[in-house]
């Protein structure tokens, strides 16, 4: 039983575009997490939401949008895709803010 | 100058040889933690320490919070622990260092 889930593992699509990449995470735990690496596999935190809440939020761009349906679920939303965008996101969650976290396999973003 | 650097870049060693990474950061800490990513891409936690020393199987962390300064060792190492270690600090937010590729030769 997977841990943490991302769908899809792969998102190859035209600048300009909308796109959604879900996480799933089955462990109970009350935060999740965004994260970016990009083609230098540099990792940085895009979001963290704890409780439904957003209790973190680095400078990035409001293209990207994060959405929790519930404690279960952490949906990376992104408009108006850019070039840049290109990178893979990876999913995780932990049981209390940064916690040691469980993360999910990643989604491979390449915008064309 | 990133908030967190790691040593070295890159690492090559043969089975069996002690291994050191090294993690230094310049901001105030609640917590360290160190992570490996696989050739695959997969992100696995191994520690998370805020002070002294942790051991996991041939893993073995340490942080000196005076200093600044964490090291990772990995005992008889193994091909299989060849792969990607990342040292992560959480303070005022979350810093990552640029990682450090390790493969171990047979």
């Known amino acids: 039983d997977t841990a943490v889930s991302q769908t899809p593992k792969y998102l190859v699509t035209q600048m300009g575009n909308d796109k959604s990449i879900k996480c799933e995470q089955n462990?109970?735990?009350?935060?999740m997490y965004w994260y970016k690496q990009d083609s230098k596999k540099f990792l940085k935190i895009m979001f963290s939401?704890?409780?439904?809440?957003?209790?973190i939020n680095e400078t990035v761009p409001n293209r990207f949008s994060p959405k929790s349906p519930d404690k279960a679920h952490l949906n990376l939303h992104i408009n108006s895709l850019e070039l840049g965008d290109s990178a893979v996101y990876f999913c995780a969650s932990s049981q209390g803010s940064w916690q040691p976290q469980h993360f999910g396999d990643g989604t491979r973003l390449s915008i064309l | 100058k990133n908030e967190v650097e790691q040593s070295p870049q890159n690492l090559t060693a043969q089975e069996g040889e002690f291994i050191t990474i090294n993690c230094s950061y310049s901001?105030?800490?609640?917590?360290l933690h160190w992570l490996q990513q696989h050739p695959g891409g997969g992100i696995v936690s191994l520690f998370m320490?805020?002070?002294g020393k942790k051991k996991h199987g041939r893993l073995i962390a340490t942080i000196n919070i005076q200093e600044k300064h964490s090291s990772l060792h990995i005992t008889a190492s193994h091909p299989r622990d060849s792969a990607v270690y990342i040292c992560?600090?959480?303070?005022?937010?979350?810093?990552f260092g640029t990682g450090t590729s390790l493969t171990v030769i047979p």
């Open positions: 901001v105030g800490i609640s917590a």
């Open positions: 320490l805020s002070s």
């Open positions: 992560a600090v959480t303070g005022n937010q979350f810093y």
């Open positions: 939401y704890n409780n439904k809440e957003l209790i």
């Open positions: 462990l109970g735990h009350d935060t």
